[in-house]
C-alpha cells in the first residue's frame, strides 16, 4: 500500500516538475521595457482598390474585435475611409492593463506585421 502511494505521489511530482520548468523558461526570457506600453497600428490599403480597402476594413474590424475580448481600449488616431465602406488607411492606438508576467498591449502585439495579398 505504501508503494502504491509512493508511485502516485512519484507521478504528480514528475507533472509538477514539468509544469514549473515550462513556468521558469517563460521567467528567464529577458523582459523588453516597451513591452507595458500601448501599441500604434497602421492599416493601409495596398493596390487593388476597393478590395483592398474593404480588407483594410476587415483587418480594422478583426482587431479592434480582439482588443475588445482583451479588454484592452482602442482609440482611432487617424483615418481615411473609403467610398465603399472600408479604409484607405488608418491608424488606431491600442492601449491596455498588463498582464500577471508584466506583458501589455505592445509585447502582446509587436509581432504583428506584413503584407496580405487577397485574390
Not at 21 to 42: G, N, W
Request: glycine share 10%; hydrophobic share 40%.
Amino acid at each position: 500500500e505504501m508503494a502504491a502511494m509512493a508511485e502516485e505521489e512519484i507521478s504528480a511530482a514528475q507533472a509538477d516538475i514539468s509544469s514549473l520548468d515550462d513556468e521558469l523558461q517563460l521567467m528567464l526570457i529577458p523582459k523588453d521595457p516597451d513591452d507595458a506600453r500601448p501599441a500604434f497600428i497602421e492599416i493601409r490599403a495596398g493596390t487593388g482598390g476597393d478590395e483592398s480597402a474593404l480588407f483594410a476594413g476587415d483587418l480594422l474590424r478583426m482587431y479592434t474585435r480582439f482588443a475588445e475580448r482583451k479588454r484592452w481600449t482602442v482609440e482611432v488616431i487617424s483615418e481615411s475611409p473609403s467610398e465603399l465602406g472600408g479604409y484607405k488607411e488608418v491608424v488606431i492606438r491600442v492601449d491596455g492593463a498588463t498582464d500577471p508576467m508584466g506583458v501589455g498591449v505592445y509585447g502582446k502585439l509587436r509581432f504583428e506585421s506584413g503584407g496580405h495579398r487577397v485574390q
